[in-house]
């Protein structure tokens, strides 16, 4: 069982290491993951090889390795959860633990101790861990998570039950016994690690999706939604009207002579004014609205539950802040204004593109003067 064991968590953790090769740097916790696993089935081995080995190998330097691995396998975790800040308490407690394991098993001081100073090893790192784990926010809990914190908080339960049943049995070897505990503990012991990477995999494929997620649907500039995410969106609040639930507007942004501050000042300039008017648009609208770039200098906004004259307010409030707060760039101010067109969608529009092609005529008629706003 444990050259089984050895097998699957050495696959693990090459797995591992081989998504690390390749992963991007916003998923962090690869390389310790897939060492621990590395770890793990190393100290698996010297345990499938106690018949062959000398007893340092098999009980000192596979549960010095053991330790190595449950606190390789916490610190993935806590990198993956941008805590990477943890790593001198975490290797700290398992050094320290191989050092007090090394110094009761010098001194022949018999299983007992030994026992004692896994358990609260264990305790403590994946009590760590599931902190970890809890800590995180709700809508970034998936498969992966749960069986994390399933397969961890088992561990721990099984490590506390079988300490519990060795402190209070008369009998020094009750530690080997066949009693269920030992049983289901030692079957954890040998197989935890390698789910727990197993679960680890999930979390990051998960992270993986939210992250081409981001790529496809946000604007890697101003961190709006990009073209594609604003017309989903508002395709989606377009099919609520047509059950009858609300209505909306939409409003079309372009910032005037933008042209012209890229020929004067480089892209780089543009890039910050680009930047600077996403930030004020935020600051004017609601919780709830949505906001696009749809096009180099173009952007547009999304009202729900507005009437025509509501969203005039809204977008008036927009130029007049764009026109009062200029672009500091490099110390200097830049001055920009913005020329934004409206719309509210009427009952006999069948779909959003003729509401957003209307904004973009009223767009088009404030264009005529600049630095203004026109409806349709």
């Given at each position: ?14 797995v ?7 992963s991007?740097?916003?998923?962090r916790?690869?390389l ?14 010297l ?22 691995a449950i ?7 806590a990198?993956f ?5 943890l790593a001198?308490?975490?290797?700290g ?6 050092a ?5 098993y ?8 030994r ?9 403590v790192?994946f009590?760590i861990?599931?902190?970890l784990?809890l800590?995180?926010?709700r809508g ?6 749960g ?6 908080a088992?561990?721990?339960?099984l ?6 049943l ?7 070897d ?22 727990m ?25 101003t ?8 017309m989903?969106a508002m395709?989606r609040?377009?099919a609520?009207?047509?059950r009858g639930?609300?209505h909306?507007?939409?409003?079309v ?7 012209r501050?890229?020929?004067a000042?480089?892209?780089a ?5 680009l ?20 096009g180099g200098e ?8 507005v ?10 409030r ?14 200097e101010?830049?001055?920009i204004?913005?020329?934004?067109g409206l ?10 593109e ?15 003067t600049r630095d203004a706003?026109a409806?349709?």
């Amino acid at each position: 069982m444990f050259m089984i064991a050895a097998l699957l968590g050495m696959a693990m953790g090459a797995v591992v290491l081989l998504m690390q090769r390749s992963s991007p740097s916003s998923v962090r916790g690869l390389l310790e993951t897939g060492w621990s696993a590395i770890a793990f089935a190393c100290a698996s081995l010297l345990i499938a090889l106690r018949d062959l080995l000398p007893d340092v190998l098999t009980f000192l330097l596979a549960n010095v390795m053991l330790y190595i691995a449950i606190a390789g396998n916490t610190f993935g975790v806590a990198r993956f959860y941008q805590r990477g800040d943890l790593a001198r308490l975490i290797y700290g407690i398992a050094l320290a633990a191989s050092a007090l394991y090394a110094l009761i098993y010098a001194l022949g001081a018999g299983i007992q101790g030994r026992v004692y100073v896994y358990t609260a090893t264990l305790i403590v790192l994946f009590g760590i861990k599931i902190w970890l784990l809890l800590r995180e926010t709700r809508g970034s809990r998936g498969v992966g998570w749960g069986l994390m914190l399933v397969l961890t908080a088992g561990m721990m339960l099984l490590a506390a039950a079988r300490a519990l049943l060795f402190a209070t049995s008369s009998d020094a070897d009750s530690v080997f016994s066949q009693h269920p505990v030992n049983v289901l503990h030692g079957v954890g012991s040998m197989f935890a690690l390698v789910f727990m990477t197993l679960a680890f995999i999930l979390a990051v494929n998960e992270r993986y999706r939210h992250v081409l997620q981001d790529l496809a649907y946000t604007d890697s500039l101003t961190g709006l939604m990009n073209r594609r995410a604003f017309m989903d969106a508002m395709a989606r609040e377009h099919a609520k009207v047509q059950r009858g639930q609300t209505h909306y507007c939409v409003a079309v942004a372009d910032l005037d002579h933008f042209k012209r501050i890229n020929d004067a000042l480089g892209h780089a300039a543009g890039d910050r004014v680009l930047e600077a008017f996403a930030s004020r648009v935020l600051a004017c609208i609601r919780p709830g609205d949505v906001v696009g770039r749809i096009g180099g200098e173009e952007f547009a906004i999304g009202l729900p539950g507005v009437s025509q004259a509501e969203g005039l307010q809204i977008i008036e409030r927009i130029r007049k802040l764009v026109a009062a707060t200029p672009v500091n760039w490099r110390g200097e101010p830049i001055m920009i204004t913005v020329s934004i067109g409206l719309s509210r969608c009427k009952d006999a529009d069948t779909s959003f593109e003729q509401v957003l092609l209307r904004a973009d005529q009223a767009l088009y008629e404030a264009k005529l003067t600049r630095d203004a706003t026109a409806a349709k």
